[in-house]
């Protein structure tokens, strides 16, 4: 009988050992999960930011300016244009004023 209260002890010991030690994974993991959604939140906030940062960068007016300013780009009119004709002939061109 001894014996057997010794062996049941053990597996209680055994047994309660085991549960503290699967709170402990489960708290751990719980605050990784909290961790992990808080920066994917952070990410989905950046991600909204950016894309609205995006799309008021690419406005016709602001890429227009750019075009005119950094790039020195102009409008293309008659007088810069160049006519290419579909013969053997070389492509007539426009004179420059």
Same mark, same amino acid.
């Given at each position: 009988?001894?014996?057997?209260?010794?062996?049941?002890?053990? @597996?209680?010991?055994?047994?309660?050992? !085991?549960?503290?030690?699967?709170? !402990?994974?489960?708290?751990?993991?719980?605050?990784?999960?909290?961790?992990?959604? @808080?920066?994917?939140?952070?990410?989905?906030?950046?991600?909204?930011?950016?894309?609205?940062?995006?799309?008021?960068?690419?406005?016709?007016?602001?890429?227009?300016?750019?075009?005119?300013? =950094?790039?020195?780009?102009?409008?293309?009119?008659?007088?810069?244009?160049? !006519?290419?004709? =579909?013969?053997?002939?070389?492509?007539? =061109?426009?004179?420059?004023?």
């Amino acid at each position: 009988m001894a014996r057997l209260n010794l062996v049941l002890l053990l @597996a209680v010991l055994a047994s309660a050992l !085991y549960l503290v030690r699967v709170q !402990y994974d489960s708290r751990r993991l719980y605050v990784e999960i909290e961790r992990a959604q @808080a920066e994917a939140r952070k990410h989905d906030t950046d991600r909204e930011r950016l894309t609205a940062d995006k799309r008021g960068q690419a406005t016709p007016l602001r890429v227009e300016r750019l075009a005119k300013e =950094q790039l020195q780009m102009r409008p293309a009119g008659p007088g810069i244009t160049q !006519y290419v004709s =579909q013969g053997a002939g070389a492509p007539v =061109q426009e004179p420059r004023p």
